[in-house]
């Protein structure tokens, strides 16, 4: 079974600290994600990677950055964070990642408060 | 712009009755798919559909494509406590990008 781990199951920061939220997979996934999930929203793509070092923009990267110096590891970074950032950050990865069938695997979520 | 509205957003019902859930766009995706989130886990993928018109029956879940594959929707008979959780559907995009849906939260109640 592929297993997505994340650092903290929750957090909670005050404005303007720098906030790292780590995710790793053991499957060998090329793939990885960053979501935030918010109450009727569903879950928004924040940035992804297809590789090691590499990193796309999502539909909302603003506030954000990533790092992926290890296939297994992806970091979001919050540079500065916000009150308008709390929510629920949810990783996954995949292996087939824009195919028609690919299955995204998540982790349990990073419940983050910003106060 | 959220591509996938769900409906409805929120669903309480008794153990035994059923239910349909519906997640509709404006925009035609290659394949669409459903995943289930129960409270404190990631979301788990359930279904993957492909071809517009396509049913996939899951045990007691039914799941359709619409035929122009724009909708879908998912139908849930004798429903019991174990479905509880959030339903998410997903749409990928001529961009072969997914784009969740917004949701919608059942319970099941004793």
């Known amino acids: 079974d592929v297993k997505v781990t994340q650092s903290s199951r929750y957090l909670v920061k005050r404005t303007g600290e720098k906030v790292f939220l780590e995710c790793v997979q053991d499957?060998?996934?090329?793939?990885m994600f960053w979501y935030r999930q918010d109450p009727g929203l569903g879950l928004r793509l924040i940035y992804f990677?297809?590789?090691?070092?590499?990193?796309e923009k999502g539909d909302i990267p603003e506030g954000y950055s990533v790092s992926r110096e290890k296939k297994e590891r992806f970091s979001l970074i919050l540079e500065s964070a916000s009150t308008n950032q709390t929510s629920m950050y949810l990783c996954?990865?995949?292996?087939?990642?824009?195919?028609?069938?690919?299955?995204?695997?998540f982790g349990p979520g990073t419940r983050l408060t910003v106060l | 712009t959220q591509l996938l509205e769900q409906s409805p957003q929120f669903l309480s019902i008794q153990e035994g009755e059923n239910l349909t859930v519906y997640c509709n766009s404006s925009?035609?995706?290659?394949?669409l798919q459903w995943y289930r989130q129960e409270p404190g886990e990631g979301p788990v993928l359930l279904v993957t559909?492909?071809?517009?018109?396509e049913v996939k029956k899951l045990k007691r879940l039914t799941f359709q494509f619409g035929d122009a594959r724009k909708d879908s929707s998912l139908h849930i008979t004798a429903a019991q406590t174990g479905d509880t959780g959030l339903y998410l559907c997903?749409?990928?995009?001529?961009?072969?990008?997914?784009?969740f849906g917004t949701g919608t939260s059942l319970t099941v109640i004793p």
């Open positions: 997903a749409g990928l995009n001529t961009g072969n990008q997914f784009y």
């Open positions: 990677s297809y590789d090691v070092k590499m990193k």
């Open positions: 996954a990865s995949s292996l087939l990642a824009g195919h028609i069938t690919d299955t995204q695997y």
């Open positions: 499957m060998d996934h090329e793939n």
């Open positions: 925009s035609v995706f290659s394949s």
């Open positions: 559909v492909v071809t517009g018109g």
